[in-house]
């Protein structure tokens, strides 16, 4: 079970928008920032958001991320078919001493 | 472009020991925070160790504590995970990160009789 809530799967059609959370709680999204990751079939996972709503160098403006109290988001808009991957929510947790990650949620682009 | 590179994965049985290492370029290695973070086969991705820049605060997973040790060297701009008395549930692909700059390929540990 992860200390981080993610929905174990999202879905949409090309062109939409689709958000996916990531619950948390005060020791962890509700005091520190959240990063997001994108993690292609095969492949190792790659930075997509850092500090909220921060995106590297490279990451297209159709990805963003929020959050709000004990409660991290990313939306994905314009959904493309290589859009579909795992997405992972992450964070420090003040309590464990130690970064903590979602479960995971599987995009699939109908 | 930020590279990180792991090696040191292999096949190793039970109560066994692996070093794994990461060679980093591209950034300013001695700026960051660096973690290693595990990935079990068909499972989600797994915080195992993280280390200051400077190495002298380092955190780790409850489960690795006492068995596992994360280090670094600015001077080679490289990153190792010595990892003791290894179990199978230890088994993963280890990944090599700065958790708000990049990612490496990862380097595969699997823990087997």
């Known amino acids: 079970q992860s200390v981080l809530t993610q929905p174990p799967s999202a879905s949409g059609t090309p062109g939409q928008r689709v958000t996916i959370s990531c619950s948390g709680s005060s020791s962890n999204i509700g005091s520190n920032t959240a990063n997001w990751y994108q993690q292609l079939p095969g492949t190792a996972p790659k930075v997509l958001i850092n500090n909220n709503n921060k995106r590297p160098s490279g990451v297209p403006d159709r990805f963003s991320g929020s959050k709000s109290g004990t409660s991290a988001s990313l939306a994905i808009s314009g959904l493309q078919s290589e859009d579909e991957a795992d997405y992972y929510c992450?964070?420090?947790?003040?309590?464990?001493?130690?970064?903590?990650f979602g479960g995971g949620t599987k995009l699939t682009v109908l | 472009e930020v590279q990180l590179v792991e090696s040191g994965g292999g096949l190793v049985q039970p109560g066994g020991s692996l070093r794994l290492s990461c060679a980093a370029s591209?950034?300013?290695?001695?700026?960051?925070?660096m973690h290693w973070v595990r990935q079990a086969p068909g499972k989600g991705l797994e915080w195992v160790a993280n280390?200051?820049?400077?190495?002298?605060?380092?955190y780790y997973v409850d489960s690795v504590k006492g068995r596992f040790t994360i280090s670094r060297d600015n001077a080679k701009n490289s990153l190792y995970l010595q990892m003791n008395s290894l179990r199978a549930e230890d088994t993963a692909v280890y990944y090599c990160a700065s958790l708000s700059v990049g990612w490496g390929q990862g380097t595969l540990v699997t823990v087997s009789s």
């Open positions: 992450a964070t420090w947790d003040d309590s464990l001493n130690g970064w903590v």
């Open positions: 591209g950034f300013t290695f001695s700026t960051y925070w």
């Open positions: 280390i200051k820049e400077d190495g002298r605060e380092t």
